[in-house]
């Protein structure tokens, strides 16, 4: 089919973290390893690995336990990969593209402040004939919180641009039990979270005015399902595991999530999603978004609080 081109601009982007802003996956694995080695198994293969990613914990497990076969009950497993995680997830790192891209998403926030007459800096234009618009940013990991903390432990000025109350977590309550990715209600949840927080007055964000970033491919189908584009960012040796099969992928028809009614998959080629080998050198004008000058970071509205996660727009007009 063709490619669909007449999409309008992006207005939210949700990240998955794990493989896609922080390089935990290999953590991950080598946390693994370890415990395989330690009972004379083989390592774990990416055919495996791939079914694990983005998926939640509890789903991730249970078809980890069922390759592996080993000689210890769940539990244990889990005892002895959580006391490993927690010494190897606090050296992970961003990955490549990363802090620019969350940097100038964070820093449209810009086109929201208001000058003195109470106009949007958006509203003035950006000089080329385009209105700029914030791009609202959420959170949306299989990862639990607990998790979440070790991981970003070094890095908590990069996630302050993902506000606390729109960070949606592996463990959040909001998520019923065995709805996690591959299926679509983490995206559209943290979807809510914006809406339910936008500026009164703003129009509600639609899902095909929002961009998923995701590495894993039950991650890919979950955006696809919600009815979003999406960005494929995945691990050069998942890449490699799927070879040839990359427009399955982006339509969201690996099957990933069994059983389901396909009309809410997407199509061959239809222009919804992109592969990109990594995240440096994001194409923004390709989704329409519009990312203000550096110098605007100096503005005393642009203040950050990064002990809270929450971006704080203080308009100096707004005192009267």
Not at 261 to 269: F, M, Y
Not at 270 to 281: E, I, R, V
């Amino acid at each position: 089919m063709a490619p669909r081109t007449d999409f309008p601009p992006i207005r939210a982007c949700l990240f998955d973290m794990d493989g896609l802003l922080l390089d935990t996956e290999d953590l991950y694995t080598i946390c693994v390893n370890l415990i395989l080695e330690k009972y004379d198994k083989t390592s774990l293969p990416w055919s495996i690995k791939a079914k694990l990613q983005g998926r939640p914990g509890p789903e991730a497990n249970a078809i980890f336990h069922n390759w592996a076969q080993l000689p210890i009950s769940e539990s244990e497993f889990l005892t002895q990969l959580t006391a490993l995680q927690r010494q190897h997830f606090t050296t992970a790192k961003p990955l490549p593209g990363v802090e620019k891209l969350l940097g100038d998403l964070g820093r449209t926030r810009w086109w929201d402040v208001k000058d003195q007459s109470g106009a949007k800096n958006g509203d003035k234009g950006s000089g080329d004939g385009k209105k700029p618009q914030r791009v609202h940013i959420a959170l949306a990991t299989s990862s639990n919180s607990a998790n979440f903390a070790v991981k970003t432990t070094r890095w908590t000025e990069l996630f302050s641009v993902f506000e606390s109350h729109r960070r949606v977590l592996g463990d959040d309550k909001r998520i019923q039990p065995g709805r996690g990715k591959p299926l679509p209600d983490i995206y559209l949840l943290a979807l809510k979270t914006i809406n339910d927080s936008l500026e009164e007055g703003e129009k509600p964000i639609t899902p095909e005015e929002c961009l998923v970033f995701e590495d894993s491919v039950p991650g890919v189908e979950s955006g696809r399902r919600a009815g979003m584009r999406v960005v494929w960012c995945p691990h050069p040796m998942l890449k490699r595991e799927y070879v040839g099969r990359e427009p399955e992928i982006l339509a969201g028809r690996m099957g990933e999530a069994g059983e389901v009614d396909t009309h809410q998959l997407g199509e061959i080629d239809d222009g919804w999603a992109d592969y990109f080998p990594d995240l440096t050198s994001f194409p923004y004008d390709k989704y329409g978004i519009v990312v203000p000058p550096a110098e605007v970071e100096l503005d005393e509205s642009m203040k950050v609080d990064t002990e809270g996660g929450l971006v704080i727009q203080e308009v100096k007009s707004a005192a009267a």
